[in-house]
């Protein structure tokens, strides 16, 4: 018997002779193994709840997509928001992750940033080493600018979210 496969991401169903998803190129599962997948994940999502801490706060689309990271690294999560004011305000948003899978959750965002981000890692080593990533010039581990050329140093993962419509 010939079964669709589908996405467990988008949970888009495709024939059953492709592999990978034509959006999100993740494998493609069963019927079975998706309904298995799916219940995984919502025990991952209780185990988030138990002894809770917010990893991340912000919009809910890069929320969303940092969920998506987290539970495909296996790292229980889950998305909570607030009730808004219904006056235009938009909802709170948190990743909560549970105490102990804290560190490890901000290690993984952290390693996402940088696979999203690539020019930061060449960035920050060239920081490390003590130089100025646009001009070269020396500077210290303190210095939130460049002392010669301007360039901002300190670069805060909110404000690179903001440029990129993700609040």
């Given at each position: 018997?010939?079964?669709?496969?589908?996405?467990?991401n988008?949970?888009?169903?495709?024939?059953?002779?492709?592999?990978?998803?034509?959006?999100?190129?993740?494998?493609?599962?069963?019927?079975?193994?998706?309904?298995?997948?799916?219940?995984?994940?919502?025990?991952?999502?209780a185990k988030a709840i138990e002894n809770?801490?917010?990893?991340?706060?912000g919009d809910l689309k890069w929320l969303g997509e940092l969920y998506k990271v987290l539970i495909n690294s296996g790292i229980p999560c889950t998305v909570t928001s607030d009730a808004s004011c219904n006056k235009g305000c938009r909802p709170k948003c948190l990743l909560i992750v549970s105490s102990e899978n804290f560190e490890r959750a901000q290690e993984r965002i952290a390693e996402y940033f940088m696979e999203i981000h690539p020019e930061l890692r060449a960035s920050n080593e060239l920081i490390s080493q003590g130089k100025c990533p646009a001009c070269g010039s020396p500077v210290g581990t303190g210095d939130k600018e460049c002392s010669d050329c301007g360039l901002t140093l300190v670069i805060i993962e909110e404000e690179i979210q903001k440029e990129e419509g993700g609040g």
């Open positions: 018997m010939n079964q669709n496969k589908i996405c467990p988008c949970e888009v169903e495709y024939l059953p002779h492709i592999e990978k998803c034509a959006d999100c190129c993740a494998v493609l599962l069963l019927p079975e193994e998706h309904r298995q997948a799916q219940e995984e994940k919502k025990r991952l999502m809770a801490a917010v990893v991340r706060e």
